[in-house]
């Protein structure tokens, strides 16, 4: 059984800095490339990152370049995202999704970042 | 950028048959995916490719995509199916994911 469990969320000030962390299981998690979606409360879904196999090719949404950063040890079976400068329109929860073509297969079950004062 | 747009709730009778739109310009040339989100889960693939079922979603489950809009199909609705769907495409000349806008699906 597929499993991705994402932890490191939390209550941060904006201008703070968070690292999320996804723990994968159930696939051979070297072969397949992965993202970060997140949805703010009530609101819709947002693709955020992606990293391929090998870390070889990453890309970002507008909305988080230069401030957020996905990497993943292939080792460890880990997807992490490093994320500076946090804003509070940054208040989402943060899904962890394995990539095949264009589609997110899996999905864990997500973990909540709060940005406010 | 690339914008999806969808229908902000569609409603429909036990038994009957509801139909989800998703608009975007040429989508019909792209590869679109369906989401299902139920309150308080995580999302689920239930179509992929325009029309193709993961395994363990019900055949009541069906897509399409042609011209300008992409169309989720649910057959003999159950109360079970009512959530969020969202569609989801691969902008290549972006390079980025989108996402629609989701739709709230319920059922009388």
């Known amino acids: 059984e597929v499993q991705l469990v994402e932890s490191g969320g939390g209550l941060k000030q904006p201008g703070g800095s968070l690292r999320l962390s996804c723990a994968a299981s159930g696939f051979t998690f070297s072969i397949n490339a992965m993202s970060w979606v997140r949805q703010a409360p009530g609101k819709g879904l947002e693709w955020v990152a992606y990293i391929n196999t090998n870390s070889h090719y990453i890309k970002y949404a507008d909305s988080v370049k230069g401030r957020f950063t996905i990497s993943r040890d292939n080792a460890k079976n880990s997807l992490f995202l490093q994320m500076n400068s946090l804003r509070a329109d940054d208040t989402s929860v943060y899904y962890c999704v394995s990539v095949t073509t264009s589609r997110f297969d899996y999905w864990g079950q997500g973990t909540l970042v709060t940005v406010s004062s | 950028s690339y914008v999806l747009t969808q229908p902000p709730s569609v409603s429909v009778a036990p038994g009957q048959t509801a139909g989800i739109t998703c608009g975007g310009n040429?989508?019909?040339?792209?590869?679109v995916h369906w989401y299902q989100q139920k309150p308080g889960q995580a999302p689920v693939l239930v179509v992929y490719?325009?029309?193709d079922r993961p395994s363990g979603i019900p055949e009541r489950f069906s897509g399409s995509n042609s011209g300008n809009t992409a169309t989720l199909t649910i057959t003999r609705v159950e109360a079970g199916d009512e959530a969020d769907y969202y569609c989801q495409v691969w902008d290549s000349s972006s390079d980025h994911y989108v996402f629609g806008t989701g739709t709230k699906v319920s059922v009388l």
């Open positions: 490719a325009d029309s």
């Open positions: 040429n989508i019909g040339s792209k590869s």
